[in-house]
């Protein structure tokens, strides 16, 4: 099975071409927008990049150099004030294979003229890669992370086993995916510990488990009540098992290859974990830096979200939301409970889907104009 | 909506409870996707779960053909199932992780 995507320098395949213009920065937020804006790109803006500490400057900066590297991004400007912790500079040289250019406001002087250097910086970029092509490749090639968010008992019921039988599909034609949502897997993580084929990977895999076990207690909370919103138990789940055992069902029935950290370099095939948060903005936000070209998001009481790097391809658990909301929905998994659908081909729709999405054809996240990118966050900004 | 026939969903065979596809009231005979019949003892609300066998009290709730709480009391099948009449085994289950794998 094909698709046509831009084969990259290192041989990711891109199933976008996007002009990614990014802060470095907070303080360049606003210059970013607009200079996107002006050249309808892509922007990235985020709230950190200086005064943070030890491993959390790391993991920004892990996750703005992830997000340039993504085979979906053509080409990319970076943003900076001048004086911050993580400088422009620093991001650009880790980019590979694709044109990078940096800028500061500093240097630039003032937020007029860099908003006009980034115009004509980001229209030479354009033109760039205005030339590159798609090309036929395999589908093994694509890379897949899965989340779902504002999710109701239909989520588990549904949506989810419609990406489990996707994920199934995927895995056995050789491509990867990413099972995240890590404190979403408590209750039900035993059943996934034992498919992990690696005595690696199932360390690794209660790392992330004692973690956020650990994380969440020095917060204040207990994972029980922390995962489980007024919203879940008034949509009818009843304790965090059960939701964890509806979510587990995204990642379908394989086995599942090891660990991966937060927002790092997918490199291998086949199913995998990676450890971010359960806030879904975050969450696909590290899928995407960590190299992920798509994302199946599956939502029962409706949510628009999108991604500034990956297109994501919602999957409705029920007919009510998707009529209600169709502008944000793409997939109606609730046809198996009024049309009698069997999960397969509910998934083999999906899978079609998946295709021509990669193909070039926009989500409905992409055609509202969703843009949405949030930093992980371990400590706190001085 | 109403007139259009939606199954209540049993995900395993070895589950004991079903899942409201739709509101229902009670006295109503409802139907699930494996043609089981259940008459509702309850309202059942869109979302939630209606025991499809009697539960005893401290019998395992089985949903995805796992033990996802206990019953608090007896239920009858027919019945309601939500957080009103189980006993979360999250917390006992975690401590036992964590002291047997950490």
């Known amino acids: 099975m094909k698709f046509n995507g831009y084969i990259r320098e290192n041989g990711k395949v891109g199933i976008r071409n996007y002009v990614l213009v990014m802060s470095s920065v907070g303080c360049a937020n606003n210059v970013t927008e607009r200079i996107a804006a002006e050249t309808g790109t892509h922007p990235i803006t985020h709230q950190q990049g200086c005064l943070q500490l030890g491993i959390d400057q790391a993991l920004t900066k892990k996750m703005l150099i992830g997000a340039a590297n993504n085979p979906n991004v053509g080409a990319v400007l970076i943003v900076g004030l001048g004086c911050e912790t993580i400088q422009p500079s620093l991001i650009a040289a880790e980019v590979r294979g694709k044109p990078v250019e940096y800028i500061t406001i500093q240097e630039c002087g003032g937020t007029s003229k860099t908003v006009q250097k980034g115009v004509e910086i980001v229209r030479d970029l354009q033109r760039k890669i205005a030339g590159q092509k798609r090309e036929p490749v395999d589908i093994s090639h694509l890379i897949i992370g899965l989340k779902c968010g504002g999710s109701d008992t239909f989520s588990g019921l549904t949506a989810n086993p419609v990406l489990g039988y996707v994920s199934d599909r995927i895995v056995d034609l050789g491509g990867t995916v990413i099972l995240s949502e890590t404190p979403g897997l408590f209750g039900g993580d035993k059943y996934l510990r034992d498919r992990i084929v690696t005595e690696e990977g199932k360390r690794k895999f209660d790392e992330i488990l004692k973690f956020y076990w650990d994380e969440s207690a020095r917060l204040g909370e207990t994972l029980t009540e922390g995962e489980m919103s007024p919203g879940n138990i008034k949509g009818g789940l009843t304790t965090l098992i059960e939701k964890s055992l509806g979510g587990i069902k995204k990642g379908g029935s394989r086995p599942i290859m090891g660990g991966l950290d937060f927002s790092g370099e997918i490199t291998g095939k086949g199913l995998w974990i990676m450890d971010p948060p359960g806030f879904d903005i975050i969450t696909i936000s590290g899928q995407a830096a960590g190299g992920a070209q798509l994302i199946l998001f599956t939502t029962g009481r409706g949510s628009p979200v999108g991604c500034s790097i990956a297109p994501v391809i919602k999957v409705c658990s029920n007919t009510k939301t998707f009529e209600w909301m169709e502008e944000d929905m793409d997939i109606n998994a609730g046809k198996i409970i009024d049309e009698g659908l069997s999960i397969g081909e509910v998934g083999e729709e999906l899978l079609m889907k998946i295709i021509d999405v990669a193909n070039g054809e926009p989500t409905k996240s992409e055609i509202s104009g969703h843009r949405e990118f949030a930093l992980g966050r371990i400590g706190s900004t001085l | ?102």
Request: aromatic residues 4%.
């Open chain 2, 1 to 102: 909506m109403q007139n259009k026939k939606q199954y209540f969903v049993v995900i395993d065979e070895r589950d004991n409870v079903a899942t409201a596809v739709r509101d229902a009231v009670k006295g109503e005979v409802i139907e699930t996707n494996l043609r089981q019949q259940i008459t509702l003892l309850e309202d059942i609300p869109k979302g939630h779960k209606v025991a499809i066998r009697d539960i005893a009290a401290n019998e395992p709730i089985i949903k995805y053909g796992e033990v996802i709480c206990l019953a608090k009391r007896n239920i009858r099948k027919g019945e309601h199932v939500h957080i009103h009449n189980i006993t979360n085994i999250l917390t006992e289950y975690v401590e036992a992780w964590k002291s047997n794998e950490i």
